[in-house]
C-alpha cells in the first residue's frame, strides 16, 4: 500500500474516513529483516559478529573462509565452547542469548556480543547453517535458517566447536545487494575487521582465507608485536614502542609507532576496550592530542591500544554495531590517554632516517627511469633554494653571538633522540652551513641535516608555549606602538580578542577604522616583526573564524615563533649553529617542527655505505 495516500487525503481536506493503515504488529520475519538492516550492513560485520562469537564462546583457534568478498560465503570455524541441542534451536531467534539475562547485567557487560540479534538478523537475510558440538557431548547438532525460515535441528556428527556458515548474503533483499561494493572491497573490509580482532586477541590463532587463498595467519603464540609484524611488515614492528600505564583499575597498554609512520588513512589505527575493537571518537582525539606537534598535519599516527577497565565504567551499548561507547569518566580518563600516549611518543627513535629518503629517490628514479647515466653518480637529493645562493658551503668562525644566548631558558627532560644527538660528540664535531638554510653535522656514526628554520622555530615556540602553560607569557612593550593597516573588517575582526590574543604575549588594539596598534610582543622574540605577525593573525581568525582558547593561542605562538626565528637564507657563524643544535637538545622532541615536518634527516653509517655500494 502507498504510505502517502492517507497523508494526501488529509492535506486535501478530504473529511470521509479514509482506507487507512491500521497498526499491526510486525511478523516475526519483517522485524527481523529491519533489524538486520541495523547488524548487518556487508560482509565485514557478518565476519565482525561470527568471530565475536566464536571468541565470546572461548575458542583458542578461528578459522575463517570468505568467498567472493564474503558475500557468496562467509565460514567461521572454532574450537570454543560449542552448543547442546537446545542452543542450536534457539541461536537463530531473535533476543535469545547465554550473554545477558537482567537489565543490570547491561551495567557490565563482558562479553563481546550479549543483545542476542546478531544470528537471527543474518539468518533473516542470508543462508545459513550452525553445525556445533559442545566440549564432552557425544554428538553434535546440525540447523539451517534460510530468509527467516528455520529448519528443525538434527543430529550430526562434528568436531567440538562450531561451524557457522551464511551464504548469499541479501539474497532476499535486492535493494541492500545492490549497495555492496566490489568483490576487492568488501573484502578489503572484512580483513580490516579480521586485522583489528586478531590483534585484540593475543592468544587465540587466526587463520583467514578467500577464495581458497590464504589472506591472513596468526599463530596462537604471537604476542602483538609479532602479529602487527605479520599483518603490516618488520619495518613498522621493530620500530614500535611500547606503552603501559595505569589509573587506578584503567590500565593503557599496546604500541605505538614513530611519528613518521603517520599515513593518510586512519586503518592503522586501532583502540580496543576490554578486547573489544572500537572506533571512538574520545579515543581517536585521544590519539591525535597524544601526537599533537609531532605529526605533519592531517597525517594519521599509528598505534595499537588497548584500555582494559572496568566494564561498569563504560557503556558499550550505544550503536547498534558497538562501535561507539560512551565513558562515566571521560574527562579523566581523556587526561590520562593524552598524558600516557605522549609520554611513550617522546621515546620513539622521531629522526627521518637518511635511508628513507635513499629509497624515495631510488624509487622516484625507477620511475622517471631510462635516463642515460652521465655523471659519476647518481644525486641522492636536491636541496631546494640552492640556486638562490651562490655559496653552497660556508664554513665561519665568527666570535660568539650573544643573539643565541638569550632564550635558553627551555628546560625539559632530554627525550631519547636528544640523548643519542647528546652522545655523538656535539661539541668538536664541525658544523656547516649549505646553502645558507641546511647544518651539516658529522655524527660518531653518519651525519645530519638540519633544517636551521625549522629548528629554531620549534625551539622558539616550545619556550613560548612553557611561558604560556605556566600562566602568562613575558611581554615586551613597545616604546612606540607599531601601526599596521589593514581593512576594516579586519579590526572588527580582531578586537574582540584583544584579551586573548594578550594571553599569548600579542598587545594588540584597534586604532581607528582601518589600523592596528601593536603594543607589545612576546619578550622571547628575537626578532620580532609586528606588522607581519598581526598579518598572520588576521589571516588564521579570517580561515577559521571560530577558532578560539588553547588552539587560538597556540596557532599565534606558532606563527609568532615562525616570524621571528632565523629564516632558510639567513648565514650563521659557526657559534651560532652550535648554539642552536645545543638548545635543540633539551626540547620533548626537536626532530619535527611544529607541523610535524622533520628538521633534521639523519644518515647513518649504514645508509651510507648503501649509497656507496659498500654493502
Ligand atoms: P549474542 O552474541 O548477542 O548473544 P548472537 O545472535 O550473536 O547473540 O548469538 C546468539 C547466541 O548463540 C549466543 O548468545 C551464544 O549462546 C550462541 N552462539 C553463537 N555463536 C556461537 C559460537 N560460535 N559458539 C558457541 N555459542 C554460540
Ligand atoms: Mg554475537
Given at each position: 500500500m502507498d504510505p502517502y495516500a492517507v497523508r494526501d487525503r488529509t492535506t486535501k481536506g478530504v473529511n470521509a474516513q479514509p482506507d487507512r493503515a491500521r497498526i499491526r504488529v510486525l511478523d516475526e520475519r519483517v522485524k527481523n529483516q529491519i533489524a538486520a538492516g541495523e547488524v548487518v550492513e556487508r560482509p565485514a560485520s557478518v565476519v565482525k559478529e561470527l568471530v565475536e562469537n566464536a571468541l565470546d564462546a572461548g575458542a583458542r583457534a578461528i578459522e575463517v573462509d570468505l568467498e567472493e568478498g564474503g558475500v557468496r560465503l562467509v565460514r567461521v570455524v572454532d574450537d570454543g565452547g560449542g552448543m547442546d541441542r537446545e542452543d542450536v534451536a534457539l541461536a537463530f531467534i531473535a533476543h535469545a542469548t547465554s550473554k545477558l539475562h537482567e537489565v543490570e547485567d547491561l551495567d557490565h557487560i563482558a562479553s563481546l556480543g550479549f543483545r542476542g540479534e546478531a544470528l537471527a538478523s543474518i539468518g533473516a537475510v542470508a543462508r545459513c547453517s550452525i553445525l556445533s558440538r559442545r566440549q564432552g557431548d557425544a554428538t553434535g547438532w546440525r540447523v539451517a535458517c534460510e530468509g527467516g525460515a528455520l529448519s528443525e535441528v538434527g543430529e550430526a556428527g562434528a568436531p567440538a566447536g562450531t561451524r557457522i556458515e551464511v551464504r548469499d548474503l541479501f539474497y532476499n533483499v535486492p535493494a541492500r545487494r545492490r549497495f555492496l561494493k566490489q568483490t576487492s572491497t568488501e573484502l578489503g573490509r572484512c580483513l580490516d575487521v579480521l586485522q583489528r580482532l586478531c590483534l585484540a586477541h593475543e592468544g587465540v590463532s587466526f587463520r583467514v582465507t578467500h577464495d581458497g587463498k590464504r589472506a591472513l595467519d596468526v599463530e596462537a603464540s604471537m604476542d602483538l608485536r609479532a602479529r602487527v609484524r605479520r599483518l603490516f611488515g618488520a619495518d613498522l614492528a621493530g620500530e614500535l614502542v611500547e606503552v603501559d600505564a595505569r589509573d587506578g583499575a584503567t590500565r593503557l597498554s599496546g604500541l605505538v609507532a614513530p611519528p613518521r609512520f603517520a599515513r593518510g588513512d586512519s586503518t592503522r589505527q586501532m583502540w580496543f576496550i576490554n578486547g573489544r575493537a572500537v572506533r571512538d571518537k574520545v579515543l581517536l582525539r585521544a590519539l591525535k592530542d597524544g601526537y599533537h606537534g609531532f605529526v605533519f598535519d592531517h597525517r594519521q599516527p599509528v598505534a595499537f591500544l588497548s584500555l582494559s577497565m572496568d566494564p561498569g565504567l563504560v557503556d558499550v551499548n550505544v550503536h547498534p554495531q558497538k562501535s561507539d561507547v560512551r565513558f562515566r569518566e571521560e574527562r579523566r580518563l581523556f587526561g590520562f590517554l593524552v598524558n600516557s600516549i605522549r609520554k611513550a611518543v617522546a621515546t620513539t627513535d622521531m629522526s627521518t632516517p637518511g635511508a628513507r629518503l635513499l629509497e624515495i629517490a631510488g624509487q622516484r628514479e625507477q620511475r622517471e627511469?631510462?635516463?642515460?647515466?652521465?655523471?659519476?653518480f647518481a644525486p641522492v637529493s636536491r636541496a631546494p633554494n640552492s640556486g638562490a645562493h651562490s655559496e653552497p658551503f660556508v664554513v665561519r668562525e665568527v666570535a660568539p653571538s650573544p643573539?643565541?644566548?638569550?632564550?635558553?631558558?627551555?628546560?625539559?627532560e632530554p627525550s631519547i633522540g636528544a640523548q643519542l644527538a647528546a652522545s655523538a660528540a656535539l661539541s668538536g664535531a664541525p658544523l656547516v652551513q649549505v646553502a645558507r638554510t641546511y647544518l651539516l653535522r658529522a655524527l660518531e656514526d653518519g651525519f645530519e641535516i638540519v633544517d636551521q628554520h625549522a629548528l629554531h622555530e620549534r625551539i622558539t615556540f616550545e619556550a613560548l608555549r612553557g611561558e604560556l602553560a605556566r600562566g602568562e607569557v613575558e611581554v615586551q612593550r613597545l616604546l612606540v606602538p607599531e601601526l599596521v593597516e589593514v581593512d576594516r573588517a579586519h579590526v572588527t575582526l580582531i578586537a574582540p580578542r584583544s584579551a586573548e590574543l594578550a594571553r599569548a604575549g600579542v598587545l594588540v588594539e584597534p586604532f581607528g577604522d582601518t589600523t592596528l596598534a601593536v603594543h607589545g610582543l612576546p619578550a622571547r622574540l628575537q626578532r620580532p616583526r609586528p606588522a607581519l605577525l598581526v598579518r598572520d593573525i588576521v589571516a588564521l581568525l579570517e580561515e577559521d573564524k571560530a577558532l578560539a582558547g588553547e588552539k587560538l593561542l597556540e596557532e599565534v605562538l606558532h606563527r609568532a615563533a615562525c616570524r621571528a626565528s632565523v629564516m632558510a637564507g639567513d648565514a650563521l657563524t659557526a657559534d651560532e649553529m652550535r648554539s642552536l643544535l645545543d638548545r635543540g637538545r633539551h626540547l620533548e622532541s626537536d626532530q619535527t617542527c611544529v607541523h610535524g615536518r622533520p628538521t633534521r634527516v639523519r644518515f647513518a653509517l649504514a645508509d651510507l655505505e648503501r649509497a656507496f655500494h659498500r654493502r
Open positions: 627511469a631510462v635516463l642515460p647515466f652521465r655523471g659519476g643573539a643565541w644566548e638569550r632564550d635558553q631558558r627551555v628546560a625539559a
